[in-house]
C-alpha cells in the first residue's frame, strides 16, 4: 500500500499556519479543527515542519507558560521528514519509527499535498493484512471447494 491510497482515504485537507505564529494560537487552530497537529510553513510557503500536542507539551516542560507566546516555528525539527504520495506506508512507519515522529507531510512537486499520522499507518497496514489474510483463507478453502 502506498502514501497516497492513506490520502485518498482519510482525505487531503492539510491544515497549514506560518511559523511566526504564535503556540497559545496554534493550539487554538488544533483545537478548533479536532485535530493533534498542523503543518508550518515559512512565509514563502515552504515547509518548515509539524507542531503537535507533543511539541507544545515538551515546550511547557522546557520553557512553562512562556511558551505559549513562542512562535511555532521555534518547536520544530531542525531537519522535518516527509514523504512522497508514492513511497510505501511502510516507508513512512519505518521513518516515523526512526526519527520519532508521528506525523509525516506529504510532499509532491515541492507542494504539501497531505499529512498522515502513525494512527493512519496503522490502519492501513491493518487493511492491507486482512484483505491478504481473506485471500490466504480462500486460497486454503479451494482445494477442498474443488475436490466436491
Same mark, same amino acid.
Given at each position: 500500500?502506498?502514501?497516497?491510497?492513506?490520502?485518498?482515504?482519510?482525505?487531503?485537507?492539510?491544515?497549514?499556519?506560518?511559523?511566526?505564529?504564535?503556540?497559545?494560537?496554534? $493550539?487554538?487552530?488544533?483545537?478548533?479543527?479536532?485535530?493533534?497537529?498542523?503543518? $508550518?510553513?515559512?512565509?514563502?510557503?515552504?515547509?518548515?515542519?509539524?507542531?503537535?500536542?507533543?511539541?507544545?507539551?515538551?515546550?511547557?516542560?522546557?520553557?512553562?507558560?512562556?511558551?505559549?507566546?513562542?512562535?511555532?516555528?521555534?518547536?520544530?525539527?531542525?531537519?522535518?521528514?516527509?514523504?512522497?504520495?508514492?513511497?510505501?506506508? !511502510?516507508? %513512512?512507519?519505518?521513518?516515523?519509527?526512526? !526519527?520519532?515522529?508521528?506525523?509525516?507531510?506529504?510532499?509532491? =512537486?515541492?507542494?504539501?499535498?497531505?499529512?498522515?499520522?502513525?494512527?493512519?499507518?496503522?490502519?492501513?497496514?491493518?487493511?492491507?493484512?486482512?484483505?491478504? =489474510?481473506?485471500?490466504?483463507?480462500?486460497?486454503?478453502?479451494?482445494? %477442498?471447494?474443488?475436490?466436491?
Amino acid at each position: 500500500m502506498r502514501v497516497q491510497d492513506v490520502i485518498k482515504t482519510k482525505g487531503a485537507a492539510v491544515i497549514t499556519v506560518a511559523d511566526t505564529i504564535r503556540v497559545d494560537q496554534a $493550539v487554538r487552530v488544533m483545537q478548533e479543527q479536532a485535530i493533534g497537529a498542523l503543518v $508550518v510553513v515559512a512565509s514563502d510557503g515552504r515547509l518548515r515542519g509539524v507542531i503537535s500536542e507533543r511539541e507544545v507539551i515538551l515546550a511547557l516542560a522546557r520553557h512553562g507558560k512562556a511558551a505559549l507566546d513562542l512562535a511555532a516555528g521555534r518547536l520544530l525539527l531542525a531537519a522535518c521528514p516527509a514523504v512522497a504520495p508514492d513511497d510505501t506506508v !511502510r516507508d %513512512a512507519m519505518a521513518i516515523m519509527t526512526e !526519527r520519532r515522529v508521528r506525523h509525516l507531510p506529504v510532499i509532491s =512537486n515541492h507542494s504539501i499535498v497531505g499529512l498522515i499520522s502513525l494512527g493512519d499507518t496503522v490502519k492501513a497496514r491493518l487493511t492491507e493484512k486482512i484483505a491478504e =489474510n481473506l485471500v490466504l483463507r480462500d486460497m486454503a478453502r479451494w482445494p %477442498a471447494a474443488a475436490a466436491a
